[in-house]
């Protein structure tokens, strides 16, 4: 008997992204799967309901939801959606798990087995489902565009029979997946760009990309990296210290881009209002990390606002503001990991929990929270 796969509308406030494309919908149809799509849950992507259908989609309401073996979403569904799934469903989407311990044990309790992509281990097997990096890399990005649309200045150099006018100056804090792309981004602009991250390793990599490197490099920097590839939170003699470089390098700079995420922790305050009256006067700063508090003083999540003299853009889900980008390799993620879940011989879904992907993503099943980060108990075995 075939199983149902369901693609829902996103319902979070300004949410423009998709969990499927028709490209990964023919795919899941390879796999044994009837795909339903609820009916304009693509069209904020470029994606509408008769792309889908041309791919094997049928086209439903959101009630289909009740009926799905298997939902993929772009964000954790409220409770008054997942209160409408089956007993048993496979959810699989980005589940903002970190002070959301309440709706992960509802689910729990409602028995479904919810998966969170941005738990995916960075090892060499899942790259090709790494949420995290291919959504911080449009990030990066959208983040050097949405600067230069704010910024009254041209970007590169330019020599004209009227005078010069001089490359903005970048300074990006963290070179993490976004911040390197955000890099990138502002050098093939002709921006002159210079970077700082706690990381040792990411030293070379900003250099890599033509930027200058600013920070402290003392012992604790060179000790400064967690196992899984994450900055780790530094000291607060250290960031006194790189507080002081990184002030006196803020002044100088036209754009100011901040990146910088610990994963279950408010976002690390990076640039004081005090860092930004010493910009010039129309300067820019993006603060990637709004939505977690944020690392600019001042920033205002989902606004451009004037802080000392300098324009702040605090947009969240920069990814969602570039959609059909985002939603197509977001839709590659999910596919790629549900692949895992099907097995080749049946094709039916098999969650083995002692699988390193299952087992670092999977967090509520058989009506247990069973993710050890979030007060669950880890098992092994299949179910």
């Known amino acids: 008997m075939s199983k149902t796969l369901f693609v829902p509308k996103e319902t979070a406030d300004a949410e423009t992204r998709v969990a499927a494309s028709p490209d990964t919908v023919k795919k899941l149809k390879g796999l044994g799967f009837d795909v339903v799509v609820e009916s304009g849950a693509g069209l904020k992507s470029r994606m509408d309901d008769e792309a889908f259908r041309a791919a094997g989609a049928e086209i439903a ?14 964000r954790r569904p409220g409770e008054q959606e997942f209160f409408g799934y089956k007993s048993g469903a496979i959810v699989i989407a980005t589940m903002d798990p970190y002070g959301h311990e309440d709706a992960l044990a509802a689910m729990a309790g409602k028995g479904i087995s919810a998966f969170a992509m941005e738990l ?14 291919s959504q911080a890399n449009l990030a990066g990005y959208q983040a050097v565009i949405e600067a230069a649309s704010v910024f009254d200045r041209a970007m590169p150099m330019m020599m004209t029979a009227a005078g010069t006018v001089p490359a903005a100056r970048v300074f990006v804090m963290g070179a993490g997946v976004a911040g ?19 990381r040792p390793a990411a030293k070379e990599q900003v250099a890599s990309l033509g930027a200058k490197f600013i920070a402290v490099e003392d012992d604790e920097f060179k000790a400064a990296e967690t196992a899984g590839g994450y900055a ?17 390098h803020i002044a100088k700079q036209d754009i100011v881009i ?10 690390p305050r990076l640039v004081s209002r005090q860092m930004l009256s010493a910009m010039k006067l129309g300067s820019v700063a993006v603060d990637l990390a709004v939505e977690r508090g944020g690392n600019i003083e001042g920033a205002v999540a989902g606004a451009v606002t004037e802080v000392e003299g300098v324009n ?33 011989e049946t094709g039916d879904l098999k969650i083995n929990r002692e699988d390193e992907l299952v087992a670092a993503t999977l ?19 299949e179910a």
């Open 363 to 381: 967090l509520t099943h058989e009506g247990a929270l069973v993710h050890p980060k979030f007060g669950g108990q880890p098992a092994g075995g």
């Open 232 to 248: 780790k939170e530094m000291s607060a003699e250290y960031q006194a210290k790189q507080a002081e470089l990184v002030a006196s």
């Open 312 to 344: 702040v853009i605090g947009y969240e889900n920069l990814p969602g503001r570039i959609a059909a980008s985002a939603s197509a390799l977001y839709a590659k993620n999910l596919l790629t990991f549900f692949e895992t879940l099907v097995d080749k």
């Open 61 to 74: 309401g959101p009630e289909a939801a009740a009926n799905a073996d298997v939902i993929f979403r772009v």
């Open 180 to 198: 390197l792309q955000a890099i990138a981004t502002a050098r093939r602009l002709g921006a002159v760009v210079s970077a700082t991250d706690v």
């Open 120 to 133: 995916m281990p960075r090892i060499t097997r899942a790259q090709s489902m790494d949420v995290l990096s």
């Open 258 to 267: 901040t990146t910088a995420l610990i994963p279950g922790r408010p976002a």
